[in-house]
């Protein structure tokens, strides 16, 4: 059943009575129940070199049209893409030309053809293209023409097209979006698997180690090209004199000293090094722990040569940021982002985040649309409220209240409707109807505004405050200045001084105990379970649960529905659904579903149906103490090959990981030695006993037939990336001192 807030009512009352446009933003300056002030715009102040330019590029093309005119876009038509089924319909609509492009793309990847550009429509009154064709890449016949040359060939190419008549017409409207005006969905023709749609291209350059540690999986990134090596333009920038080799020489060495550190480089049509992208152990590590929400934005600033600096960064249990990666690339286009991307996709092993956060750049949208089109990509917060500044920077240096309208419109509303109402009243207000950078903003509104993603597992990103910090970290240890080696030696001390603190974090985790502003049963449970991080803010929506009142307004027997509000806020009310059978709820503000932990009106409903504890349900792995317990699960590629290039890069994440966090402290570093070398004596008796046993039947392991069976183990590390929900075995408690060097290598049987 749905309940719609009474406060949402009063102000669309408000709306429809008011005349006075000033009287309209009062419901705006309304306090906020968080204590985190949304108002503050200054955090967004940043030195500004100029504004955004839109960029273009002119397509040539055949079958051009002269005669055309732009179409108008009928009444709701923008509202048609609100339900989209990966489908193209007619009247769908596309903020630009290539957006259309790059979803007939995707459409056309998933079915299994391919797309070719076709003619264009001209306005007859100022040349600008107003229309475009979309064909099946099978469309039409090869040309006589054509023929004649292939007759004269060595090598002939087949003839591939069939005359399909499937296509896309996608026409500008008067408002500067485009619409589908034509879609043939049939085809003359078999589809191919999507995963021979992938083109061909030459190898990367990556070090043997990345090659070894992919060999043997199929199709770790799904779509686009196995490999983009080769920039389709030339480089336009030249390095000082051995600039480029010091680089490759300092991550040839971080590769030497753990190989399970990575990187890999792109050339342009000269065979001359552009881009670069790197990522140590600890790096790809930490992603099969925390890679469900990534940050890839290429607005940071620049390094040396004005090289645009691409950090990857996520959030940890600790609600610290920690780095997946880093990227230098020349030019910002389509073709190095998709690069980037796709190269970074396989040094995690393919597996792709739940959610992206990029900045609002178009070749940045489309390359996520191409690389990771099963990600929720969103916009960064921080660099909306920037480009804010900068695009209407007369209203914010004006001395009047838009800095704190457009946040709280942004940040305070908790039902779309109420945004959509807030926004009319924005653009009224300001006289911002027909700025052009706004209409833009709100097209693209369920990529940035919060209201749109609370049912969307963000972790911690949505807050900008991450951002600025993340900016300001690296701006203390980077600077333009310095050679592309050391800028990237800056970067790692930057992510060193972020492990030293993650570190320091997870040594007082179990010895440290938080302190309970008020004690109850809920509360000391969470303390046990969470980081002291995530604790403080569960303790929180625990501490501001009390100042609810709660009101039970239906009941079934065993669903109930209770309405909660504050004493203070009346207007604002909430709505949770509990059932008493299997202890769940959800509330109308999604908290949990964005965040990962309950809220306040949740635990207020448990309080008052006598739940004094969490449900399992309700504890997300990756905010516990015990999130980096045990070992990383990977996906796999489509067919299972357990041969020893796939045992060899599972052991070495093993012992890598061991190897991490054996080096905390003296006393770790002595059980983590003890272990590995007790754990080799085992493995060489093992092999010592094999080479017995097999006398006579040796088989050749790197193929694996069907026939050959499969533990459990091994095909537990074979399963979609998870993360692995069972405890460690119990510990041992080893005095140290009693340890002798026989005790250390003799094998487990022996001992025991």
């Known amino acids: ?59 040539d093309t055949h079958d051009e049209d002269e005669d055309g005119d732009e179409i108008e876009c009928p009444e709701g038509q923008e509202k048609k893409n609100e339900v989209d089924d990966g489908k193209p319909r007619v009247g769908m609509v596309f903020e630009s030309e290539e957006h259309g492009f790059q979803y007939y793309c995707n459409y056309a990847r998933e079915m299994g053809f391919k797309v070719r550009k076709g003619g264009v429509r001209k306005s007859k009154k100022n040349d600008d293209v107003i229309g475009r064709r979309l064909y099946c890449s099978k469309e039409g016949f090869r040309e006589e023409r054509f023929k004649k040359l292939e007759a004269c060939r060595k090598r002939h190419n087949p003839e591939t097209r069939t005359g399909c008549q499937a296509k896309l017409l996608v026409n500008r409207a008067e408002n500067g979006t485009w619409v589908v005006s034509m879609f043939v969905e049939k085809h003359n023709h078999k589809f191919e698997s999507p995963t021979k749609l992938k083109g061909g291209g030459k190898v990367e350059f990556m070090m043997q180690s990345f090659s070894e540690d992919a060999r043997g999986r199929k199709d770790l990134c799904p779509t686009g090209k196995d490999a983009r090596n080769y920039l389709g333009t030339k480089r336009t920038k030249d390095f000082e004199i051995g600039d480029v080799q010091a680089l490759l020489n300092y991550l040839s060495d971080m590769q030497l000293e753990n190989p399970y550190c990575w990187y890999a480089v792109q050339l342009d049509l000269n065979g001359q090094i552009t881009n670069f992208i790197w990522a140590d152990a600890r790096s790809r590590i930490d992603y099969g722990y925390f890679g469900d929400v990534v940050c890839f934005d290429t607005s940071y600033g620049t390094s040396a040569y004005s090289i645009p600096f691409v950090p990857i960064f996520g959030v940890n249990h600790h609600l610290q940021t920690i780095l997946f990666g880093c990227v230098l690339v020349l030019d910002e286009t389509e073709d190095s982002l998709v690069w980037a991307l796709e190269t970074w996709m396989k040094a995690m092993k393919g597996c792709h985040p739940k959610v992206i956060f990029t900045n609002e750049d178009s070749a940045v949208t489309s390359a996520i649309a191409h690389v990771l089109p099963h990600s929720h990509h969103r916009f960064c917060l921080w660099n909306i409220f920037r480009n804010a500044k900068k695009r209407l920077n007369h209203l914010f240096g004006s001395g009047c209240d838009f800095g704190k309208d457009f946040s709280y419109c942004v940040r305070g509303c908790e039902t779309i409707e109420e945004f959509e109402l807030g926004w009319k009243f924005l653009l009224t207000k300001y006289n911002l109807q027909d700025n052009e950078w706004m209409k833009r903003l709100y097209f693209k509104r369920q990529q940035w505004v919060p ?28 600077s333009r200045d310095m050679s592309l080696e050391d800028f990237a030696r800056g970067v790692e001390k930057a992510v060193i001084s972020w492990r030293k603190k993650e570190t320091e974090v997870d040594s007082h985790m179990n010895q440290v105990h938080p302190s309970f502003v008020v004690r109850m049963y ?32 239906e009941d079934d027997g065993t669903v109930s529905i209770y309405k909660l509000w504050m004493l203070e806020r009346k207007n604002r009310q909430y709505i949770v659904k509990f059932s008493s059978r299997n202890i769940c709820a959800n509330c109308s503000c999604q908290k949990f579903e964005s965040m990962g932990f309950l809220c306040r009106h949740i635990l207020k409903v448990f309080f008052v149906t006598n739940v004094h504890y969490i449900p399992p349900q309700y504890i997300l792995n990756r905010w516990t103490k015990d999130a980096k317990c045990g070992a990383v699960v990977y996906q796999k590629g489509e067919q299972l090959q357990v041969g020893s290039q796939v045992r060899y890069s599972n052991l070495c994440h093993q012992a890598i990981n061991v190897a991490i966090k054996g080096a905390s402290s003296k006393e770790i570093y002595k059980v983590a030695k003890f272990s590995l070398q007790r754990a080799q004596s085992e493995v060489e008796n093992a092999m010592r006993r094999q080479a017995t046993e097999s006398i006579g039947s040796k088989k050749n392991d790197n193929v694996t037939t069907e026939k050959e069976t499969h533990t459990r183990g091994e095909c537990l590390s074979l399963l979609p990336y998870t993360f692995c929900q ?13 340890l002798t060097q026989h005790d250390a290598l003799a094998p487990l049987s022996e001992q025991s």
């Open 1 to 59: 059943m749905f309940y719609q807030s009474p406060y949402h009512c009063q102000q669309l009352h408000i709306f429809e009575a008011m005349e006075n446009t000033s009287q309209r933003m009062n419901w705006i300056s309304q306090p906020q129940e968080d204590n985190e002030s949304i108002y503050d715009m200054e955090e967004f102040e940043i030195e500004v070199d100029g504004l955004d330019e839109e960029s273009s590029e002119e397509i």
């Open 451 to 478: 209201v749109f993603s609370r049912d969307l597992f963000c972790g911690d990103m949505l807050t900008t405050q991450r951002s600025k910090r993340v900016r300001k970290f690296f701006k203390g240890h980077l």
């Open 522 to 553: 809920i509360g000391e449970e969470a303390a046990k379970i969470y980081t002291a991080a995530v604790f403080l803010e569960f303790q929180k929506e625990l501490i501001s649960s009390l100042r609810y009142m709660c009101e039970k307004i």
């Open 726 to 738: 069972q405890q460690p075995p119990s510990s041992i408690n080893v005095d140290l001192n009693d």
